[in-house]
Structures are given as structure tokens and as C-alpha cells.
């Protein structure tokens, strides 16, 4: 088919004068197609131009790497399988240097065979100037034969140019076929690094849980606790893509560690940004983007199965400290308990709710606070943010609008709810709930 698409064109003599292909069997006319065939070199130069190409390169930016690549892999079967079908092509017409019928039924080659043992009226008619698509569609037919190592046999060399053809095409479609089934598979594997994560975690956890078997026995308490954890698993396989119980953005989003320390505050802030909005003192409305970013860059994405359960002292969370939660999906069943008074407030919690909005505020040396403790638990699998106490104070200390306008009126009101709640009942009805409340 090369050398149909680039024959088929009457070529121009020195004279000035048109030559059809079936006369030019001349040195001259002979060398005239082979630089007609040559001008197909400038195809290598369409990899160079599609690599500089600001649409290519947006494309690629902006959408999934393994789409990408299985996209390219369909588009570089179909490029092989159309050049091994004009190189095939190619191949018979060489060697009868015609189109026409007569000397291509004359001549051995491997599509008068096919004509000769296949041919139906209802069928392909390779023969013919005009019948171009026939032989393109034949040919293409034999390509994807070979390609795919399927090979019905309809189709075959005759010829010794064309069995030496056919084994060069035959050895280089085995690499390709290779390579790209390789390729395919590896793409089919990432598309969903979720499902391989989850999978793997999995496999961790029953290896985890056959330890319980083999120190323990059977019991309800081990069997509770292992389907406790493949919940857990399965919950944040469907609703979450983070890889443990606590992480920061740099877990979640590891590309963020190689960004500039702005493109990473940026980034961070981006990601954040509608749930700073929910805590006014650090919305838009009092800090700029930047002193957001700031605070942005030290959130906690935590996760916590059905059932868990946490507690919030004086010193905050274990592991964490003071901060806000921000409840990001789920359901929250908080006890707030005074343990001098013995008051008690429970209320559910849900989505866009916040846990510490205004306690966090208040300096850590506050005594009123340590008679202060909440009991968290959680009916569903749910997440939340955890904004730190220390990145709250700084953004605020940075800017004194935010504080003057906002954060001191909740920091009087706390102090004032605090201490008029140690008010309420007298002290010799102080008491300690804060163990085994649950």
C-alpha cells in the first residue's frame, strides 16, 4: 500500500511530460519511486512534533497516566497493523510491477493465490487500479493475522522474496505483540491503585488475624475484633483513599513533597480551603490565601471504623494534641463532661459539624479546661480534619483583625461558659466520671 499511495500519482519527468506506474520499469522511473517512497521518512519527525505540541502536552497533564497509555498502545497496534499491511501489499506489486489484472494473475505471488483459492463474487477483489480498499482491507486482514498469532492460512507467501518478507514481519510482530500485551497489562493493573492497595492491606490482615487464631482459640472477642477489621478495610476501600488511620496531605498526594515549599502551601490550601471556611477566625473573611496555606499545610486526614471510639482531655488527642475537628463525612455521637459538676451534653454530630471550634482558643494553662473532657464515638465509618491547635495560634498571631474582630469574643465567651458551668452545682457535689464513662 506504500507504494500504491505514493505510485498511484503520475510522477514528473525532466521533460515535463507523465508517466503512468505500469511504464515506468525503467532505472530512471524505478529510482523516481523508490524517492517517492523515501519522502516517508518525514514520519519520524511526527513524535518530535507531537511531543512539543501544547495540546499533546496538556492532555497529558490534565488527564490519567493509565488512560494515556492505553490509548497509545491501541494507537500503536493499529499504526503497526496498517504498516505490515502496506509493506505485505507491497510485496506482490514489487514484484509484478503492475496493477493490472492479467500480469498480477500471471505473476506467483500470494494475492493471485488468494484470488485463485478464496475469491467469491459477494467477496474482497483485490484486482484492479480501482479497487484499492479491497486490497488494503486484504492485506490489513493478513497484518492483524500475524500480529495477533492467530494465522487462518488463507493468506500465505508464495514467493521467496515474499516468505523472506513475511519472516522479518513475523519475528518483529512477535517483539511488538510482546511489548504491548506487557504494556496492556500493566496499564490494567494501575487503573486502580485503590483496588491494589486494598487487596494487598487485605492479605496483611488475614495474616494478622490467623495470629489471633493461633495464641488465642476461638473466642467472640478475637472474631469481633477481626471482623471489626475487615470492616474497617472494606470502608475505607468504598469511601476513602487514604492508606491508614492518620495522614497528612504528603500521604495522601506524595507528588506535593516534590513542589516548592509555595507550590506545596498552595496546593495544600486548594485541597483544605472549603474547610477552613467552616471555623470563621481562619476563613477568607479575616486571613488571606497565604496565611490559609499556612494553616492548610499542617492538617491530619483521620479515618475511624464503626464503632471507635475517642476521647478529647485538657491535652487533646493522643498522639495529636489540641485542635479543631472538622467532621468531612460520617456521623458523630458527642458527650461533652464536666467532670467537676458532673454536667453532662450529648448531641450527633454530621457532616460540615466542627469539635473544638472555641475550646482551642483558649491557653493550655487554663485549669478551667482540665475539668473538661469529651467523649467521642462514632456509629459509621467516618472522616475528619484535624487542624492544630499551634497553626491556628500562629495564623492568628499574624494577623490581629482576625483575632480583634472574631477569635477574642469566642475566647471571652468560652472563658465565661466555662466557669459559670463549675458554678452551677456546689463542690461537694464534685465528681469524676472521666473512667469507664462508656
Known sequence: MVFHLYSRRRIAISSGQYEKFEEMSTPLGFLLKILETLKLIRLVRVREIMTSSDVIRDLQQKNR???????????????????????WCFTAYAQVRSFGED???????WIAYWYSNNYSESGVNPLGWENDLNRYVLSLFWAIQTITSI???NIMPLTFVECCVGSILQLVAGLMWAYIIGGIVQVAASMDPVK??????????????????SNHGNNPDWDQTADSIRMYLSDQKKKCRNAGFTSNLTHRFPVIETFSPELKRKSSFLVVRNHLET???????FLSNVEQSYVAENCTFLEYPGGERMEITSRGIENLGRGVLLITAGTVSLVKLNCRTNRVK??????????????????????????????????????????????IMSALFRNAK????CARWKYLKTLFLIKYSH????????????????
Not at 497509555?69 to 502496506?86: D, N
Not at 471550634?357 to 480534619?385: G, H, M, Q, W
Open 65 to 87: 497516566s493509565s488512560i494515556l497509555r492505553m490509548i497509545q498502545y491501541v494507537f500503536l497496534i493499529i499504526i503497526v497493523s496498517h504498516w505490515f499491511a502496506c509493506i
Open 103 to 109: 500480469a498480477l494473475l500471471e505473476t506467483p505471488n
Open 151 to 153: 494465522g487462518y492460512g
Open 196 to 213: 491494589n492497595v486494598y487487596e494487598y492491606r487485605k492479605e496483611q490482615a488475614n495474616e494478622l488475624i490467623k495470629e489471633f487464631t
Open 279 to 285: 471555623i470563621p477566625y481562619i476563613s477568607s473573611r
Open 346 to 391: 450529648m448531641k450527633m454530630l454530621f457532616r460540615g459539624d466542627v469539635i473544638g471550634e472555641d475550646e482551642v482558643i483558649v491557653e493550655n494553662s487554663n485549669k478551667l479546661l482540665a475539668d473538661t473532657v469529651d467523649y467521642v464515638s462514632f456509629p459509621e465509618y467516618t472522616r475528619l480534619v484535624f487542624i492544630p491547635q499551634n497553626a
Open 402 to 405: 482576625a483575632w480583634k474582630d
Open 423 to 438: 458554678q452551677l452545682i456546689p463542690p461537694y457535689q464534685q465528681g469524676n466520671l472521666s473512667q469507664g464513662y462508656f
